[in-house]
């Protein structure tokens, strides 16, 4: 099986523009998560989706949006960008949702905002 | 809430030495427990988890941990290091219930030297 894909794998952005990553989650698994990695704050939850639905939400500014689609796959937005948006976006995927469940990654999204 | 310590944010050993890794979390409800491994430019790779049932865990590349509630640790080890090992892990934790959120640790970079 495909692992977890994302794209674009790298990003380069200026202040105030949006963008959006996608994420599209292993052959069969309905939950995908976000995550932002940086060097200050380490891994930090955005959101998770299951059946189309946010069933879970982050500490993040509302410029931080996420859908999912019926085949599971995930996009997520920032819109108006700062400097501090600079980071590894990180989907996974999981079979179906719930704290027992493997999350498997994907390689990440690199985002620089200049 | 849910939390997780990660004692050393580096750790230095010799090829063929024990690799001990620490983490402790903070949980009200009995948690899931993970530990990734993180190679450079990568996302996140499982290397086992801890939900229920036995207490040690066996996982990939020859690591395993203990489930302490006792003590609420969770420490990684390792019998015997390998240059491969070198790279960052990350110690996380997931509550029962009908979210897949990880509350991860702040990682240790695990560097192995001849």
């Known amino acids: 099986k495909a692992g977890v894909t994302q794209t674009p794998r790298y990003l380069i952005k200026t202040r105030g523009q949006q963008v959006t990553l996608s994420c599209s989650p292993i052959?069969?698994?309905?939950?995908v998560s976000w995550y932002q990695q940086t060097p200050g704050q380490g891994l930090q939850f955005l959101f998770e989706y299951f059946s189309e639905t946010q069933r879970n939400k982050g500490n993040f500014p509302g410029r931080f949006s996420g859908r999912q689609f019926s085949n599971s796959r995930s996009e997520m937005n920032v819109s108006t960008l700062e400097l501090g948006d600079s980071a590894l976006y990180l989907c996974a995927s999981s079979l179906d949702i719930g704290g027992a469940d493997t999350q498997y990654f994907g390689p990440g999204t690199r985002l620089t905002v200049l | 809430a849910q939390s997780v310590t990660q004692l050393g944010s580096h750790v230095s050993v010799s090829e063929g030495a024990l690799v001990l890794l620490r983490c402790n979390y903070s949980s009200s409800v009995p948690p899931y427990l993970f530990w990734y491994v993180q190679y450079p430019n990568q996302g996140l790779q499982l290397l086992l988890k801890?939900?229920?049932?036995?207490?040690l865990v066996k996982g990939i590349n020859g690591f395993e941990a203990e489930f302490k509630k006792s003590e609420t640790s969770f420490h990684l080890t390792k019998p015997s290091a390998h240059m491969s090992d070198a790279a960052e892990y990350f110690c996380?934790?997931?509550?029962?219930?009908?979210?897949?959120?990880?509350?991860f640790g702040t990682g240790t970079r695990l560097q192995v030297t001849l």
């Open positions: 801890y939900t229920t049932g036995a207490t």
């Open positions: 996380a934790v997931s509550l029962t219930g009908t979210a897949s959120k990880l509350t």
């Open positions: 052959s069969g698994h309905r939950s």
